[in-house]
């Protein structure tokens, strides 16, 4: 696509290019310490990626229900990618009071 103003990119016409093209997906970290997700809550994007850091001498999932299952050794990562917007409350199976949420938007 080619905006032109004036043989320049106008302000209008960057901020129209900028709207046609995809956002690119970002690496979200979280890390486990202490028995806590930190942060607990984050904003996501779908098709973001959701990166698990153990730092804990003990293994961790994060669980939720019908959407992922996703196990993380002792201080190492795992990861899952965001498919759908909304809400979602995960949780550790071995340790279900730890808690967190990520916030999927479009």
Request: charged share 20%; with cysteine.
């Amino acid at each position: 696509m080619r905006i032109a103003c004036g043989g320049r990119l106008g302000v209008a016409g960057l901020g129209l290019l900028l709207s046609v093209l995809p956002a690119e997906a970002a690496t979200i970290e979280v890390t486990i310490e202490k028995l806590v997700f930190k942060p607990a809550a984050v904003n996501a994007r779908v098709g973001d990626t959701i990166k698990w850091v153990n730092k804990d001498v003990m293994a961790h999932t994060a669980t939720a229900d019908g959407k992922f299952d996703v196990v993380i050794p002792p201080h190492q990562s795992a990861s899952t990618v965001v498919t759908k917007a909304g809400a979602i409350e995960y949780y550790c199976r071995f340790h279900p009071n730890m808690r967190g949420r990520l916030e999927v938007a479009e």
